[in-house]
């Protein structure tokens, strides 16, 4: 079935450091793939998105780009601030039949920064 | 323009008890999507309905049922609660299920079994 893999965490940097969070996906069919964020005690924020390939989402300087070939969707910021420190969550949305879809997740990578 | 709405925030429930958690989605939007994350993993589909219908569901046991309003708010509800129905129970809202359009969530409800 339809899956998304994240790499562990915690990520750990120090502010103005790059990020990358790596995120790998397998489906069927043509997904959409997201980007969201947690942050402490609080639910989820749409981060990005993209929903065909070659597509590149982008949002408060974080980007991510649909990679066909390689099934990928990496995350990645040029320089961390103390307030992305959050968790980070890959999705891709499949289509169960006309009229209904879902979100599938993987399991969320936490990133803390550090001044 | 408010968005997903869920009540309650925090519960404590003990185990056998039953729970109603509660959602309004987002202005416009007439579909709605529930969600359960454990501690320290992603969320998991939970069932979808649209048009006051459960369009879909995910791989959770009956106790877990919904129900969609004619305004399109929801409800979750959770019988014969277990141990592991402890978690962060999200719902989320989109307009026209299957459309493709963005999907909004709202803060969760912490639902804790003792």
């Known amino acids: 079935g339809d899956s998304v893999t994240q790499m562990e965490g915690p990520v750990t940097l120090s502010e103005e450091a790059f990020l990358t969070i790596n995120c790998t996906y397998t489906a069927t069919g043509y997904p959409s793939l997201f980007w969201y964020v947690q942050y402490p005690g609080e639910g989820l924020q749409l981060l990005l998105k993209?929903?065909?390939?070659?597509d590149k989402g982008s949002n408060k300087g974080f980007e991510a780009t649909y990679r066909k070939e390689t099934t990928s969707f990496h995350l990645e910021k040029g320089s961390v601030q103390v307030s992305d420190s959050a968790v980070y969550f890959c999705?891709?949305?499949?289509?169960?039949?006309?009229?209904?879809?879902?979100?599938?997740f993987g399991t969320g990578t936490r990133l803390q920064v550090f001044p | 323009d408010a968005g997903v709405t869920q009540s309650p925030t925090h519960l404590i429930k003990t185990r056998g008890q039953q729970v109603t958690l509660r959602c309004s989605p987002k202005s416009g939007h007439d579909t709605v999507s529930w969600y359960q994350q454990a501690l320290g993993q992603g969320p998991q589909f939970i069932f979808q309905?649209?048009?006051?219908?459960?369009?879909q569901r995910g791989n959770f046991p009956d106790r877990f049922s919904g129900h969609q309003f004619p305004n399109y708010s929801s409800e979750l509800n959770v019988n014969a609660l277990l141990l592991g129905d402890s978690a962060l129970y999200l719902c989320a809202s989109s307009l026209g299920g299957g459309s493709g359009n963005t999907i909004y969530f709202g803060e969760g409800s912490w639902l804790t079994v003792v």
């Open positions: 993209a929903t065909k390939a070659d």
């Open positions: 309905y649209y048009e006051e219908e459960e369009r």
């Open positions: 999705a891709l949305r499949t289509a169960l039949s006309y009229n209904t879809d879902k979100l599938i």
